[in-house]
């Protein structure tokens, strides 16, 4: 059965924890769809994973609306929500409707994801009134990194802290469905849980909200160096695929591959009456 944003506020409220993994891509999408996790998240995050910018700014709506559909393809059961880029939204409330239902109708879509507590609550509100599930993203916003002067822990601090939990009892108020909390102390993540009646996600937050989300290129190790403070890497993958691109590059070169058992068979008749034909002392074929 497809999950919905039901299931997941049936999930807080039977106290069942949620999980949600980043995808970009059909394939990678359909092996998490397969696996059972609850929700796929179609992050911006995708401008550095996978097309290799310094952050996420420079992601387009055509950016996301183009892995977005790969990914939706590949849900059968999972909830996939995409998220609006940088300057998709804060232009105006009219581009925020208009882009979170090009996420809907081009990029299928089950929900959208936007950064921002009080100052973008009229924003959800409209979403939301557009029938389009909103999930609001607070605490460490990539999208404002400049502004916020680097990848930082949020509310650690009373005032910061104080008003993180405004953003989140504003933005459930304005009919956001779920609330992403990034880089948060976590007891301010538990406490946030349970003053809101909608599902939180952390990353970076603790185990006190109701679900949880992680980089899949974070949790499968396909980088070099130590990884967030958050992450944890569950199976060394990156290691795995570079063992293996270079034992290919190897037995290319060697030419162990490919060997007898991977090549198709042509009647030896055929191939005499080829080279009869073809080849002379003057040509050949290559």
Do not use: W
């Not at 809907?104 to 009229?122: H, N, R």
């Not at 002067?149 to 509310?155: E, L, P, S, T």
């Not at 933005?171 to 956001?176: D, L, P, R």
């Amino acid at each position: 059965m497809k999950n919905t944003i039901l299931t997941l506020q049936q999930r807080k409220q039977n106290q069942q924890k949620i999980t949600m993994l980043t995808a970009y891509d059909y394939t990678t999408a359909k092996l998490m769809d397969e696996s059972g996790v609850d929700c796929l998240l179609v992050g911006d995050s995708l401008g550095m994973v996978m097309l290799g910018y310094d952050s996420t700014v420079s992601v387009t709506m055509e950016d996301m609306i183009h892995h977005s559909k790969a990914v939706a393809r590949a849900a059968k059961t999972a909830f996939v929500v995409t998220d609006l880029p940088f300057m998709s939204y804060h232009t105006s409330v009219y581009d925020a409707v208009l882009n979170a239902g090009r996420l809907i109708k081009e990029g299928q879509a089950q929900a959208v994801k936007l950064e921002g507590g009080q100052a973008f609550c009229e924003h959800i509100k409209m979403i939301a009134q557009a029938s389009i599930p909103v999930i609001a993203h607070i605490g460490l916003m990539p999208q404002s990194v400049l502004a916020l002067g680097g990848y930082k822990v949020q509310g650690k601090d009373y005032q910061q802290a104080k008003n993180i939990i405004l953003d989140a009892l504003a933005v459930e108020q304005a009919g956001a469905a779920a609330i992403l909390l990034e880089c948060v102390p976590a007891v301010l993540a538990k406490l946030i849980s349970e003053l809101v009646s909608v599902p939180t996600i952390g990353i970076g937050a603790g185990a006190g909200c109701d679900g949880q989300v992680l980089v899949y290129q974070d949790m499968l190790s396909m980088y070099d160096g130590v990884s967030s403070k958050f992450a944890k890497s569950f199976a060394p993958i990156g290691e795995q695929m570079k063992q293996a691109f270079k034992q290919y590059c190897h037995e290319v070169t060697e030419q162990q591959f490919p060997a007898s058992i991977h090549e198709f068979a042509i009647d030896d008749v055929i191939i005499q009456n080829l080279k009869s034909e073809f080849l002379t002392d003057n040509r050949s074929i290559v």
